[in-house]
C-alpha cells in the first residue's frame, strides 16, 4: 500500500517545526532528543515517514513493520511518542494502543494514521478519549503540527 506525503498543502502549519526546533536548539542545548516509534505495516509509508522526519534534529525515530517487533522492543526504546497505523495485518491499531497502555507507567501520545477519514470518532469511542489523528495519505503540515503539540516544542512565539 502506497503512502505518499504531500509536502505541498493549502493549509499552512501553524508554525514551523523546523523554526522552532532551531531556535530551540539554539537556547536549550541540553534538551533530550524525542524518541519516536512508528508502527505500519506498510514499508512504502514507513520510508515515507523516516524522510520526513529525518531533518528534524530532536527526533530520533525507530520504525516497526510489525507491532510484534514493536512490542519486543518498547521497553527498551522509551519512545515519547507513537505514530500507529489503525489497519495492521495481524491486528487493530486499536488493540495496539491498548497493549502500550497496560505495558507502560507513562501515557505516551499517539498519532494515529488511517486511510479511513471516519476512523477518527471510531478510535475515541473505543479507547474513551480524545485522540490524535491523519488521515493517509499523509499531509506534511498535518503530521508536523500533531508530533510538535504532543510533544509540546515551544510556539515560536513564545520563544522568539
Known amino acids: 500500500m502506497n503512502c505518499p506525503v504531500f509536502r505541498s498543502s493549502k493549509i499552512a502549519p501553524t508554525h514551523s517545526l523546523t523554526n ?11 534538551q533530550s532528543v524525542k524518541r519516536v516509534m512508528v508502527i ?16 528534524y534534529k530532536f527526533l530520533e525515530l525507530e520504525t516497526f ?14 519512545p515519547d511518542l507513537i505514530i500507529l497505523d489503525l489497519n495492521l495485518n495481524k491486528i487493530s491499531g486499536i488493540e495496539v494502543a491498548k497493549i502500550f497502555k497496560k ?8 498519532v494515529f494514521i488511517s486511510n479511513d477519514s471516519d476512523a477518527k470518532s471510531e478510535i475515541e469511542i473505543k479507547l ?26 515551544p510556539n515560536v512565539a513564545e520563544v522568539a
Open 20 to 30: 522552532v526546533l532551531s531556535i530551540h536548539e539554539s537556547r536549550h542545548r541540553k
Open 128 to 153: 474513551g478519549r480524545e485522540i490524535t489523528f491523519v488521515k493517509k495519505p499523509l499531509n506534511e503540515n498535518f503530521l508536523i503540527n500533531a508530533i510538535n503539540d504532543l510533544l509540546n516544542f
Open 40 to 55: 505500519d505495516d506498510s514499508l512504502d509509508c514507513l520510508e515515507a515517514i523516516r524522510v520526513l522526519l529525518a531533518e
Open 103 to 110: 505495558i507502560s507507567p507513562f501515557n505516551i501520545p499517539i
Open 65 to 78: 513493520e510489525s507491532e510484534a517487533n514493536a512490542f519486543r522492543e518498547f521497553s527498551h526504546y522509551e
